[in-house]
C-alpha cells in the first residue's frame, strides 16, 4: 500500500459559499474521494487546524507521498514543520505540489529558490504533454484543456527540472512549466500547476488521473530514519598499503 497523506489549508471552502460550492469538502475532501478508489492507496487527509497543523510527527513519519495544497496561509505553517517535510522528503518520502503549494515554505525549502511567478485571475488553459514516455503521463491526452484557471506565467524562479511533463500555454498568450519533476535527496518531488480554488479544475477525470500517476511515481523506494555521514574507516589492506607507500 501506498500511504497518501493530502494536506490542505482548508480555509477558502469554510469562507467563500462559491468556493464551497465547488468543493464542499474542501479540496483535500475530493481529492480523497478520488485517490481512494486506488486499491494500493491508504489515503488520509490533514488540515492546519488539526493538531500540529496537521501534521503530527507520527503521521509525517508514515506517510509515503504527502500532497500539499496551500494558498492563504503559507505563512501560518511554522518553519520548523516545513524543515521536518524537506527532511522527510530528503530520506525518501515523496511530495506533490499543487498550484499555489509553489510558494509554500516545504516547496520553497526543497527548491531553495524564491519560486515567484505571474499570474492572473480567469484564463483558458490548454495543458500539453510534453513528455508522453513520463510515468505521470500514462493514459493522458496530448493536451487537456481547462476553460477556466488561474494563469501562472514564466518566469517561473525555480530550479531547472530534472524531467518537464507538462506545460500550459493560456488564451491571454502566456507559457508555464505546469508539470515538473525534481529528486532531492531519496525522495521525489512534483509540481503541478493547475487547481485555483475557485475553479472546479480539480473535477476533470485527466487531472484526476495525472495525480494519480503522480502518487505512484513519487512513492519511495528507499526510506532512511535520519540522514547521517558516516565515518567509513580505513580497511587493514589499504592501512598497509598507505604504510609501504610512505602515507
Not at 506533490?96 to 526543497?110: E, N, Q
Request: hydrophobic share 40%; glycine share 8%.
Amino acid at each position: 500500500m501506498i500511504r497518501v497523506t493530502i494536506w490542505n489549508e482548508g480555509l477558502h471552502e469554510k469562507s467563500s459559499p462559491e468556493i464551497s460550492d465547488i468543493y464542499p469538502e474542501g479540496i483535500h475532501g475530493l481529492l480523497s474521494k478520488v485517490l481512494s478508489t486506488q486499491e494500493d492507496f491508504e489515503v488520509r487527509t490533514a488540515t492546519l487546524s488539526q493538531r500540529k497543523f496537521g501534521l503530527p510527527d507520527e503521521l509525517l513519519e508514515s506517510t509515503d507521498v504527502l500532497i500539499w495544497w496551500g494558498h492563504m496561509a503559507h505563512q501560518m505553517v511554522p518553519d520548523k514543520l516545513a524543515r521536518k517535510v524537506q527532511n522527510r522528503v530528503l530520506r525518501g518520502m515523496g511530495f506533490i505540489a499543487l498550484h499555489s503549494a509553489h510558494f509554500s515554505k516545504p516547496f520553497k525549502l526543497l527548491m531553495g529558490t524564491s519560486c515567484s511567478l505571474n499570474w492572473r485571475d480567469g484564463d483558458f488553459e490548454r495543458l500539453w504533454v510534453i513528455n508522453p514516455a513520463h510515468p505521470i503521463a500514462r493514459g493522458i491526452d496530448p493536451y487537456i484543456e481547462i476553460p477556466v484557471e488561474e494563469m501562472y506565467g514564466e518566469r517561473f524562479d525555480i530550479p531547472e527540472p530534472d524531467e518537464l511533463v507538462f506545460a500550459g500555454w493560456f488564451s491571454g498568450g502566456n507559457l508555464f512549466r505546469s508539470g515538473c519533476c525534481w529528486r532531492r535527496g531519496l525522495g521525489k518531488v512534483f509540481y503541478f500547476q493547475p487547481g485555483h480554488e475557485a475553479n472546479p479544475t480539480y473535477h476533470i477525470p485527466q487531472i484526476q488521473q495525472i495525480i494519480i500517476n503522480a502518487v505512484r511515481w513519487a512513492a519511495p523506494t528507499n526510506v532512511i530514519d535520519e540522514i547521517v555521514c558516516p565515518h567509513e574507516p580505513v580497511s587493514p589492506e589499504q592501512a598497509r598499503q598507505d604504510r609501504t607507500q610512505g602515507k
